[in-house]
């Protein structure tokens, strides 16, 4: 930061320069705003980055985050960034053993390889007819609802009004989702790979009547209005590299380096004290936007810290030098692994390992999913890896809550990882561990981050990836107007923990800073 910056009051200090706050940034410095990002690493993008995670290996990974659902193009359009997705031509595919034979389910390469691969593994039409009504349902109320991520949050009856069918309102935001699940199929793995989505970073059982599982359900399911999730090219840090670049062009100041320590407000102007590795000093604004967490929102402003939200994810990042072969002989890897491949997700494994878990337990057969980002988008690969047929894997683990790796987070780790790829071996032709790249000190290229790895890297309460319980896109009361008003009236919460937040959008920043210029208009 220049010398005497510090004296300069800004119309806007943002605090956290990940994805959400550079978002901010870019629409606040478009509007002609003055604008301040305040970041404490030496680097922005937040847990939206590209890393190069090997030794001497010139692949460069999603580190955390790592697939886009609920970005929504108005964004891009709107800040004219350099980024695009891909999308995946096949959904999903989950191994499976009938009858004493290796078979599968694969979701994807055009409705009719869909259906005849739903006869192959149930035997029938109903399965797949019931696949195709109830995601038929998500998809009406993801045209609907995704909309309505950026604009003024709408009322429960509002939104309601808007989906404007009973059937999916009750299914979606009434009941918990385990009951249409159940009524709607039959298979059991049919149901295990349809309730997934409600489970990613969410630690409930299908039947939780606190309907958490919805919550996330339903974020995973109106994506763009198609619930589509598609591969970031040049990965995750690509959005982020251009959102800093939309900030920078527009005027916008990002400090790295530089961690908030207090905000103190007065409700119309604001002070923020910041910490270098120089020093501390202090930067005036008219408003503050604070891309962290709720926790780290009480903790500068001094007032009541919420409990966080406990994490339960295990995420996995490797390098391959080839894809293992399947012991399902049907099915290419390449398309396999291309969508997401589910791992010990039948319906009643999916329970199990919640029951287990929750009584302290790691479970004994831990539900997870992969996919490879380079079949999509070979670019996060150097030329002579891609020529040498190497490829990424990345692994999303289900049920193992933060409470879990209290008494031992690296021996919990190894143990969690060895038994979460056993799994995935019981369903490969080869283990995964011959698959496996080495970098230049001869380490196997594999990664894993527990949610205290993410609590300690990016400060992510408990290892949450959505700061906190993921809301209903609607007002109630205390969300205020956007969904990002706090008890302070120039201090908002731009980050996954406001109403709307959580994943990869840039929503709560777009509407923070439409909250700013609405105020400041």
């Not at 220049?2 to 901010?24: F, K, Q």
């Not at 108005?74 to 499976?96: E, N, Q």
């Not at 790249?437 to 949610?451: H, L, N, S, V």
Request: charged share 20%; with cysteine.
């Amino acid at each position: 930061m220049p010398a005497n910056e510090h004296t300069r009051t800004y119309d806007a200090v943002i605090v956290g320069g990940g994805h959400n706050g550079l978002v901010a940034a870019a629409y606040l410095a478009r509007a002609g705003r003055s604008v301040l990002v305040l970041e404490r690493l030496d680097h922005t993008g937040g847990a939206a980055i590209s890393t190069r995670p090997f030794a001497g290996v010139d692949a460069r990974l999603s580190r955390y985050s790592y697939l886009v659902s609920l970005l929504p193009q108005k964004i891009v359009r709107d800040l004219g960034l350099d980024f695009r997705v891909r999308s995946r031509t096949i959904s999903s595919y989950t191994p499976a053993e009938r009858d004493g034979r290796p078979t599968g389910l694969l979701v994807g390469g055009g409705e009719e390889r869909t259906r005849e691969a739903f006869a192959r593994l149930t035997g029938g039409e109903r399965e797949y007819q019931a696949w195709q009504r109830f995601y038929g349902m998500t998809t009406r109320v993801a045209e609907r609802v995704f909309p309505t991520l950026t604009e003024p949050l709408p009322s429960r009856d509002g939104l309601r009004r808007r989906i404007d069918e009973e059937t999916a309102w009750r299914t979606l935001f009434e009941e918990p989702i385990g009951v249409a699940v159940e009524e709607n199929f039959t298979d059991d793995l049919v149901r295990g790979v349809v309730l997934t989505d409600a489970l990613i970073g969410t630690f409930a059982d299908a039947h939780d009547p606190s309907l958490a599982q919805n919550r996330c359900f339903l974020y995973h399911v109106i994506g763009g209005g198609t619930g589509a999730w598609d591969v970031p090219v040049g990965g995750m840090g690509a959005l982020t590299d251009a959102l800093a670049a939309a900030a920078r062009s527009a005027g916008a100041v990002l400090a790295t380096g530089h961690e908030a320590v207090r905000i103190a407000t007065d409700g119309h102007t604001a002070e923020v004290t910041y910490r270098t590795a120089d020093g501390e000093g202090v930067a005036a604004a008219r408003h503050v936007l604070v891309n962290a967490s709720p926790q780290e929102l009480a903790g500068l402003t001094g007032d009541p810290t919420p409990e966080p939200a406990e994490g339960a994810q295990l995420k996995v990042n490797m390098l391959l030098t080839r894809l293992p072969r399947l012991r399902d002989p049907a099915v290419d890897p390449r398309e396999a692994f291309a969508g997401t491949f589910h791992i010990a997700e039948g319906y009643r494994q999916l329970a199990t390992a919640h029951a287990q878990a929750a009584a302290g337990e790691l479970p004994a057969v831990p539900p997870s999913e992969i996919y490879c980002h380079s079949l999509t988008d070979p670019t996060i690969l150097g030329p002579d890896l891609a020529e040498r047929g190497y490829q990424t894997l990345t692994l999303f683990g289900l049920h193992t809550p933060a409470r879990l790796f209290d008494r031992d987070n690296d021996a919990v780790r190894e143990e969690l990882l060895k038994s979460t790829l056993a799994q995935l071996d019981a369903h490969l032709a080869e283990p995964l561990t011959d698959c496996l790249a080495t970098d230049a000190d001869g380490r196997p290229c594999i990664e894993a981050k527990t949610p205290l790895d993410l609590e300690r890297d990016l400060r992510l309460p408990g290892g949450n990836i959505f700061h906190r319980a993921l809301s209903w896109p609607y007002a109630q009361e205390g969300t205020g107007r956007w969904g990002v008003e706090t008890s302070h009236a120039n201090v908002l919460l731009c980050g996954a923990g406001a109403v709307r937040g959580g994943g990869v959008s840039g929503v709560p920043g777009h509407n923070a800073a439409m909250a700013v210029l609405e105020a400041t208009a």
